[in-house]
C-alpha cells in the first residue's frame, strides 16, 4: 500500500479543548488528592509543589490554587500564618460526591476492555495510574474495583489482571466500530443494503475526518480507499500470526488506537500514557508516526507542553459525541473554576450547582497552560512535521523524514 505523507495542519478547535480538559484533569487529581489528606488542618501548598508536572501545569501549583478560589479555599496554617495553605471548599466536597457517583456506573467495564487489549490481560499499576483520568477511574481503583467484583479483577505483584469475562457483558470484547456497523446495518433501508458496497461506504472503514482540503484530493482518496479495503482485525482478537511489517498489522495498530482512545471520557490521551502500554498492546517502537501517518482519525496536539492524541470523530463542533455521565460532571468543574476566575473571592455566592448550568464555552485567559516562552513551532519540527496553516494541505510522498521521540 502507497502511503501519502501529509503535513501537520493546527486545529485550534481542538487545541482549546485539550488546555480545557488539561485544566479540568489538574482540578480534579488535586481535589482527589487533598479529599485524602486529613482535614485538621488546611495543607501548604509547599508540600503540593512537587505536583507540577503529573499534573500537567506550567505554572507553580500555589498559582493555580490562587486562581481557583471556588475550588480551593487559602487559609492561614495554624502554626505558620505566613504559610499559604488551602482547603476545599463546600462546593468542592459536593463535586467530589457528584464524580464518585458518575465514576462508579461503568468503571469496571472501561478497565477491563483496556485490560482485554493487552496480550496478557493485565497490566502493570503504573501504566494504568497516568490513564485514570482518562478512564474515568476511581482514585483507589487497585483496591475498589478488585473488591467489588472479586471474580473479574484481582491485584498482585503490582499488576491489575483480567480474571474472567465471562460476567461481564456479552459485546465487552467487540469494537465500537463494530458495534457501531451493527447498528448501522440494523437501521439500514433496503435500498441501503441491496446498494453493492463501494470503497466509500465499506463496512468497518474508519470515520475519517481531514483536515480541510486533504479530503478531496486524489492522491488521499486513493490512500484512503486502499486502505479501508484491508480487512480489519478487531483490537481484542490475537494478532500474533500476522506479520508486523504488513499493511494489515498497521491497520490493526490504527484500530487499537483508535479503540482505545475512545475508551476514555474526553477522547484523548496523552502520549506518553501509551508509551507505557506500547509492549502490552503490541504497538511498534515509533507509534508516533500513526497519529501522523492517519491525520483523518487522529489529532497530535502539541498544547500544554505535552503531546495529546485526540479522536476526531469524538467531538462535533467543539462537542463530544458520546457525552458521558463523568464527563457531565466535570464540565460542572469547569464551570466552578470558571466561577472563581471571573469573580475571584465572591465566586462562591454566584455557583449554582443544584441546576443544571447553561456553561457558554467562552475562551478564558488560559495563561497557566500556555507556558510563557514556549515556541510552539519548534516543538512540532521535532516530529518531523510541517506547519501549514488551515487555508490548504500540501502533500510529500516521501515518508522517511517521520519520526518519533
Not at 57 to 67: A, S
Not at 181 to 197: C, F, G, H, V
Not at 309 to 321: H, I, S
Not at 383 to 400: C, K, L, Y
Amino acid at each position: 500500500m502507497q502511503k501519502v505523507r501529509l503535513k501537520w495542519v493546527k486545529n485550534r478547535g481542538l487545541d482549546h479543548l485539550i488546555e480545557r480538559t488539561t485544566s479540568i484533569r489538574a482540578s480534579c487529581l488535586l481535589l482527589d488528592h487533598l479529599a485524602r489528606l486529613p482535614a485538621s488542618s488546611p495543607v501548604p501548598a509547599r508540600s503540593l509543589s512537587r505536583l507540577q508536572k503529573p499534573l500537567g501545569l506550567t505554572v507553580p501549583v500555589l498559582r493555580f490554587l490562587r486562581r481557583h478560589p471556588t475550588l480551593f479555599a487559602e487559609q492561614p496554617h495554624p502554626r505558620f500564618p505566613t504559610l499559604p495553605s488551602f482547603s476545599l471548599t463546600p462546593a468542592s466536597h459536593t463535586l467530589l460526591a457528584r464524580l464518585a457517583d458518575a465514576s462508579a456506573r461503568d468503571a469496571h467495564l472501561r478497565l477491563a476492555r483496556l485490560l482485554l487489549l493487552t496480550r496478557s490481560r493485565s497490566l502493570p499499576l503504573a501504566s494504568v495510574l497516568p490513564l485514570r483520568f482518562d478512564l474515568g477511574l476511581p482514585f483507589n481503583f487497585a483496591a475498589a474495583l478488585p473488591a467489588a467484583h472479586p471474580g473479574i479483577f484481582a491485584v498482585s505483584n503490582n499488576r491489575i489482571s483480567l480474571l474472567s469475562a465471562s460476567a461481564l457483558p456479552d459485546d465487552i470484547a467487540v469494537s465500537s466500530l463494530q458495534r457501531r456497523n451493527a447498528a448501522a446495518i440494523d437501521s439500514a433501508t433496503y435500498r441501503a443494503l441491496s446498494r453493492p458496497p463501494s470503497s466509500s461506504s465499506a463496512p468497518l472503514a474508519f470515520p475519517m475526518r481531514f483536515p480541510r482540503g486533504y479530503g478531496s484530493m486524489k492522491k488521499v482518496k486513493a490512500w484512503m480507499d486502499e486502505f479501508h479495503r484491508l480487512p480489519y482485525i478487531s483490537p481484542y482478537d490475537d494478532a500474533s500470526g500476522i506479520d508486523p511489517e504488513s499493511d494489515i498489522y498497521e491497520k490493526r495498530n490504527i484500530g487499537l488506537l483508535h479503540e482505545l482512545l475512545g475508551l476514555t471520557v474526553h477522547k484523548m490521551v496523552r502520549r506518553n500514557a501509551i508509551r507505557l502500554l506500547r509492549e502490552e498492546l503490541g504497538l511498534p517502537h515509533k507509534f508516533t508516526r500513526l497519529f501522523t501517518r492517519y491525520p483523518g482519525v487522529f489529532y497530535l496536539s502539541l498544547k500544554c507542553k505535552t503531546t495529546t492524541v485526540v479522536l476526531r470523530e469524538g467531538y462535533e463542533r467543539g462537542k463530544l459525541v458520546e457525552h458521558h455521565p463523568l464527563a457531565a460532571v466535570r464540565d460542572k468543574v469547569h464551570y466552578v473554576m470558571r466561577t472563581g476566575v471571573l469573580y475571584r473571592g465572591k465566586g462562591l455566592s454566584k455557583l449554582v450547582l443544584d441546576e443544571d448550568v447553561a456553561e457558554e464555552e467562552g475562551t478564558l485567559d488560559g495563561e497557566e497552560f500556555r507556558g510563557e516562552g514556549m515556541d510552539e513551532d519548534a516543538d512540532v519540527e521535532c516530529f518531523g512535521m510541517e506547519i501549514v496553516d488551515d487555508d490548504g494541505p500540501a502533500v510529500d510522498e516521501d515518508d522517511e523524514g517521520d519520526s518519533d521521540g
